[in-house]
């Protein structure tokens, strides 16, 4: 039973352009969420998603970043016109109900950006 | 609005001392309250977690949390620490019958000296 699966685990990207971070949930869960790390810091909310709809997205910036989940594949973050700040480890997570608080999310190994 | 604050952002233990890593979080209602390690270059792993009932918590690798409401704290313990041990851990809270929106604290770096 593979775990939450997020790739590529290392990106590099110039400035300008475009970013995307996949994530595949562990098997039976439905539900994918989307953390920032900025260096130093702690995670920070960014997107909840269910299959083929946005649920919270109050901690995603209001430009330039967008995330989807479809019905087929993997859910995407997406980085229109990276800047230097947008430097981070980006960590997926899903749990397979937003009642099953208790059980605490499976965290994927995250994608680690650079921009340069 | 829920909060999450971690005294000490490094923490220094040597090899089999008691290793405490302090949480203290704020929740309008009753929480659900997590500990997260992660290892270098690696995602968050799950060490325990309370929900209900018994308040301390035993979680793997031998660490254990008591919830105490009338301090708002979940401090994290172990009584003697491992060389493999030293990581990043993050105490996490969420609200009740909720599980998206988890709020992180800024997490404490663990060094294990020998």
């Known amino acids: 039973n593979a775990g939450v699966m997020q790739n590529p685990r290392h990106l590099v990207r110039r400035r300008g352009q475009e970013a995307r971070l996949r994530c595949s949930p562990m098997?039976?869960?439905?539900?994918v969420y989307w953390y920032r790390q900025l260096p130093e810091e702690g995670l920070k909310f960014m997107v909840y998603?269910?299959?083929?709809?946005?649920?919270?997205e109050s901690g995603m910036p209001k430009e330039r970043f967008s995330a989807e989940f479809p019905k087929e594949g993997p859910s995407i973050l997406r980085i229109q016109q990276v800047v230097r700040g947008d430097s981070a480890a980006y960590f997926c997570?899903?749990?397979?109900?937003?009642?099953?608080?208790?059980?605490?999310?499976?965290f994927g190994s995250g994608t680690r950006l650079t921009v340069v | 609005a829920q909060s999450v604050t971690q005294l000490g952002s490094h923490v220094s233990v040597s090899e089999g001392a008691l290793v405490l890593l302090r949480c203290n979080y704020s929740?309008?209602?009753?929480?659900?309250l997590f500990w997260y390690v992660q290892y270098p270059n690696q995602g968050l792993q799950l060490l325990l977690k309370?929900?209900?009932?018994?308040?301390l918590v035993k979680g793997i690798n031998g660490f254990e949390a008591e919830f105490k409401k009338s301090e708002t704290s979940f401090h994290l313990t172990k009584p003697s620490a491992h060389m493999s041990d030293a990581a990043e851990y993050f105490c996490?809270?969420?609200?009740?019958?909720?599980?998206?929106?988890?709020?992180f604290g800024p997490g404490t770096r663990l060094s294990v000296l020998p």
């Open positions: 997570a899903s749990s397979p109900s937003p009642g099953q608080g208790a059980s605490g999310y499976t």
């Open positions: 996490a809270v969420s609200e009740r019958n909720y599980g998206q929106n988890f709020v």
């Open positions: 098997k039976g869960h439905s539900h």
């Open positions: 309370y929900t209900t009932g018994a308040t």
């Open positions: 929740s309008s209602v009753p929480p659900y």
């Open positions: 998603l269910q299959k083929e709809n946005i649920i919270d």
